[in-house]
């Protein structure tokens, strides 16, 4: 059991990867044919968006702060795809990634200025943000906008044999892991841990909490082209669906709301276990109500095994 606990105070997304572990075998035992080949590229492609939204979330924590509009973000993304570009004749990928994928970036950077330069309370900033993002994806699409056969139709089946869902994870794990061996990353963690200490050690705060937002605007870029691969479809009714989904993942997988500590993997593991619950749940025949319950109760948990597994840290530390 010690050996249990230390594991989980080295690496802040054990305790997500064994809830991860114990929920996928329960899947297993309540649908065996869950990880079908047949079945896999449909599961991964429901899986993306809940991984992604919860990547979009991360870099504004680790910042010290938060952003509660990344879910409505990536809806939005999802409606200005499907609803306004492709019949625009602006839905080629060649012309879509850069649009989509520069207004969510931009959107994000506008939440990192209200954060970093107004001053704004992380919460009060992004709230604001996520009812313009609601209401702008209601007025761009108020009822479904089914789409016409396009490129991200491979994103929610294979590309071959290989899924296609493992393109948009992949992407922005890839450049994470290509930020992490630069000065931003550890920049960023500063800054969570200790705005004071950060800007005294030459870190431009204010730079590095607008990136960090614009960061986490473009990964939520990417979770609306996921989303949109899935649905088919514009559905701004889910912006209000994603919007803390992000912030449970990323909690749930050991990133620390005080800022400063956790990543992406903890996020991954975290989305997971949101998805396998989701999962589990639905296959029981739970109705829905129920499941959102689940989701506040995975994010309590989550914020609970953060703080208990942070103050016994500090204990050892003081020992």
């Known amino acids: ?10 690496h802040s997304w054990a305790f997500a990867f064994v809830l991860a572990l114990v929920l996928l075998i329960a899947n297993l035992l309540v649908s065996p044919n869950f990880l079908s080949p047949a079945r ?5 492609a429901t899986l993306a968006p809940f991984v992604l939204v919860g990547f979009a979330s991360t870099p504004s924590i680790l910042s010290g702060g938060i952003d509660v509009s990344v879910g409505p973000l990536a809806t939005f993304i999802n409606c200005l795809f499907i609803a306004v570009l492709l019949p625009s004749g602006l839905g080629d990928w060649y012309a879509a990634i850069p649009i989509l994928l520069l207004t969510a970036a931009g959107i994000g950077a506008v939440t990192g200025v209200l954060v970093g330069v107004v001053r704004l309370h992380p919460v009060v900033a992004s709230t604001g943000v996520l009812f313009v993002l609601i209401g702008l994806s209601i007025t761009i699409s108020k009822s479904p906008v089914s789409a016409t056969p396009n ?22 794990a890839i450049a994470w892991f290509f930020l992490k061996r630069t000065a931003f990353v550890a920049n960023l963690l500063a800054t969570g841990e200790s705005d004071v200490s950060a800007y005294g050690s030459g870190v431009n705060v204010t730079a590095v909490r607008i990136l960090a937002y614009a960061l986490g605007g473009l990964f939520a870029g990417v979770a609306g082209i ?94």
């Open 40 to 44: 896999l590229p449909a599961t991964l």
């Open 1 to 10: 059991m010690n050996r249990f606990l230390d594991l989980l105070r080295r």
């Open 226 to 319: 996921a989303l949109s691969a899935l649905l088919q479809s514009s559905q701004s009714s889910l912006a209000t669906t994603y919007a803390l989904l992000g912030l449970a993942a990323a909690v749930l997988g050991g990133t620390a709301l005080g800022g400063g500590k956790g990543g992406l993997l903890g996020t991954f593991f975290g989305a997971l276990v949101i998805f396998l619950l989701q999962q589990l749940l639905t296959a029981a025949g739970v109705q829905p109500s129920l499941i959102q319950f689940a989701y506040g109760l995975a994010l309590v948990v989550g914020v609970l095994v953060g703080a208990t597994l942070l103050s016994s840290r500090r204990v050892r530390s003081r020992a």
């Open 151 to 172: 490129w991200t139709d491979p994103l929610a089946q294979a590309f071959g044999w290989f899924p296609g869902a493992i393109v948009t994870i992949g992407v922005v």
